[in-house]
């Protein structure tokens, strides 16, 4: 595997379900990232980790939990979510933080009923 | 805090016509600059980035950006469109925050449409 992957690549889950999201990244960055992408907004900025720690929460509610066990996974647990949650979720990695060149997984579409 | 504004939300444009794609970006300071392109139900890929230097900035598949610090301005360009060109265009800033954990800013995106 090379570069950045993301599973699952598709997802269904009710308001009372738990679930979770897995990012890996095979390039020996720093940084990881989850970004929200839903039809017609921009790109949202969720959690940024640098060298396993979180150093960006972006007013993300608490139902949206992030983890970062090594520099190489991340994970987005998910509980309790809203429809309006339904979106592509994607995450990123980077050599650091900041301004980084950021290289993208090809997302998890998630559909929540 | 940094901003990106992507004017088109569409464009059309004939397969082997010249393209540009528009972005401005609001930022105090002389900014990171990114476009990255989306094929449907995949991730984001770089195109190009401007860091510094040549304003010029050539980047893969024909593409290129010119930056323009007066008009604010990183415009995307390539000569003749390919039908493989349509996708979702986006550009991104990103601070000179040495170290700082800022993500990139994104603008909203153009979809590109490929008429044959």
């Known amino acids: 595997e090379t570069g950045v992957t993301q599973t699952p690549r598709h997802l269904v889950m009710g308001m009372t379900n738990k679930k979770s999201l897995k990012c890996e990244q095979h390039?020996?960055?720093?940084?990881m990232y989850w970004y929200k992408q839903s039809a017609k907004k921009p790109l949202e900025l969720m959690f940024v980790?640098?060298?396993?720690?979180?150093?960006e929460n972006n007013s993300v509610p608490s139902r949206f939990s992030p983890e970062c066990p090594n520099s190489s996974h991340l994970f987005l647990h998910l509980h309790t979510l809203q429809p309006e949650d339904s979106a592509l979720y994607l995450c990123?990695?980077?050599?650091?933080?900041?301004?980084?060149?950021?290289?993208f997984g090809p997302g998890t579409r998630l559909t929540v009923l | 805090a940094q901003s990106v504004t992507q004017p088109d939300i569409h464009i059309t444009v004939s397969e082997g016509a010249s393209l540009e794609l528009r972005c401005n970006y609001s930022y105090g300071a002389t900014p990171y600059l990114f476009w990255y392109v989306q094929s449907p139900g995949q991730g984001l890929q770089l195109l190009l980035k401007?860091?510094?230097?040549?304003?010029l900035v050539q980047g893969i598949k024909g593409f290129e950006a010119e930056f323009k610090r007066s008009q604010s301005s990183f415009n995307l360009r390539k000569p003749s469109v390919h039908w493989s060109d349509a996708a979702e265009y986006f550009c991104a800033v990103g601070a000179q925050s040495g170290g700082g954990a800022d993500g990139l800013t994104f603008g909203k995106g153009t979809h590109l449409i490929i008429q044959p």
């Open positions: 401007y860091f510094s230097g040549d304003t």
């Open positions: 990123a990695s980077s050599h650091g933080v900041g301004s980084d060149e950021q290289f």
């Open positions: 980790y640098n060298f396993k720690e979180q150093t």
């Open positions: 390039l020996g960055h720093n940084a």
